[in-house]
Nanobody, 117 residues
Framework: QVQLVESGGGLVQAGGSLRLSCAASGRIFSMHAMGWFRQAQGKEREFVAAIAWSGDNTHYADSVKGRFTISRDNAKNTVYLQMNSLKPEDTAVYYC??????????WGQGTQVTVSS
């Protein structure tokens, strides 16, 4: 199976930056894509960003486009989410998601991001 571990969350002031990491282990040779979702308190989990495992095709939610950047380091089996110009509305638990070539989904346990005003 595939194991995903997120890190890098924390408390920052509005306008600040954070970089989240998602380290993957296990049967990663079958990975198709990885991405980030977030879930604010009392809200539905929503898509944030995604990147193909091979190539550089990326997608972003409109709410984070221009502020967040997703990237991948294949040598470290790690996906990153660079978050700049953070806003209080970015406050949420951020979850890493991986999708295999057989369309199997794997989730990390999440990391808390809190942006103060």
């Amino acid at each position: 199976q595939v194991q995903l571990v997120e890190s890098g969350g924390g408390l920052v002031q509005a306008g600040g930056s954070l970089r989240l990491s998602c380290a993957a282990s296990g049967r990663i040779f079958s990975m198709h894509a990885m991405g980030w979702f977030r879930q604010a308190q009392g809200k539905e989990r929503e898509f944030v960003a995604a990147i193909a495992w091979s190539g550089d095709n990326t997608h972003y939610a409109d709410s984070v486009k221009g502020r967040f950047t997703i990237s991948r380091d294949n040598a470290k089996n790690t996906v990153y989410l660079q978050m700049n110009s953070l806003k209080p509305e970015d406050t949420a638990v951020y979850y890493c998601k991986a999708i295999s070539q057989r369309a199997t989904a794997y989730w990390g346990q999440g990391t808390q991001v809190t942006v103060s005003s």
